[in-house]
């Protein structure tokens, strides 16, 4: 089976600081890694994705996201917070042997202050 | 392009009522999926439409949810009777392409309360 953790419930930091969000994953076959966030009353809002390639992979909004194998891990990072990016972080992983579901994690609060 | 969009966007029912949630795709977006959130967890899948045949609802939690996706369109997930834990948020998606690889599109949800 598939599963996704997102150790913190929220994490916050200061407008103009570096911000990590955490994510580890465990999946039998190759993993697809995703990151979506989800602002106030609306849906999830695709972020970037890990399938192949550099293990670096850059999204939208100025995040971006390293893909650590022996860890396996995908943490999200951007190097300079701004209010604005305030909302709920989802880290998703699919197996990517054959077709299976994409599995969601419980979501990390990221509040940033001015 | 128009977004997903899902009806209503909150319902309050008591326990024994019927719901149906309606979520329109995107145009084109073949690959159709139904994801739930309860308070503070994971978003748990539920299942996923390809046109109108179900690709796959081995997360449906049980007999009393029935989604339906007749000529491909618009889905619908109804629950009957509703039950308290099935309160939630209910988050439908699309895609162009399946196998999730694609990103998926989501609506805004829909917030239901069971009393």
């Known amino acids: 089976a598939q599963s996704v953790a997102q150790p913190e419930d929220q994490v916050n930091v200061a407008e103009g600081n570096p911000l990590t969000v955490k994510c580890t994953y465990s999946v039998s076959g190759n993993p697809y890694l995703f990151w979506y966030v989800q602002y106030p009353n609306r849906g999830l809002q695709f972020l970037l994705k890990y399938i192949t390639g550099d293990n670096l992979v850059k999204g939208s909004y100025g995040f971006e996201a390293e893909f650590n194998k022996s860890q396996t891990s995908f943490h999200l990072k951007k190097p300079s917070a701004l209010v604005s990016d305030s909302a709920l972080y989802f880290c998703?992983?699919?197996?990517?042997?054959?077709?299976?579901?994409?599995?969601f994690g419980k979501g990390t609060m990221l509040l940033v202050s001015p | 392009e128009a977004g997903v969009t899902q009806f209503p966007s909150h319902s309050v029912i008591e326990k024994g009522q019927t719901v149906t949630l309606r979520c329109d795709p995107i145009?084109?977006?073949?690959?159709l999926y139904w994801y739930r959130r309860v308070m503070g967890k994971e978003i748990k899948f539920l299942l996923h439409?390809?046109?109108?045949?179900?690709?796959?609802e081995s997360g449906m939690p049980n007999n009393r949810f029935l989604a339906e996706r007749t000529g491909g369109t618009y889905s619908t997930l109804k629950v009957q009777p509703a039950e308290l834990e099935d309160s939630g948020v209910y988050f439908c998606a699309s895609s162009l392409q399946g196998a999730f690889n694609s990103p998926l599109h989501f609506g805004n949800g829909t917030r239901l309360t069971v009393t």
């Open positions: 439409f390809v046109k109108e045949s179900k690709q796959d």
């Open positions: 145009s084109g977006h073949d690959n």
């Open positions: 998703a992983v699919r197996d990517g042997r054959g077709y299976s579901t994409l599995t």
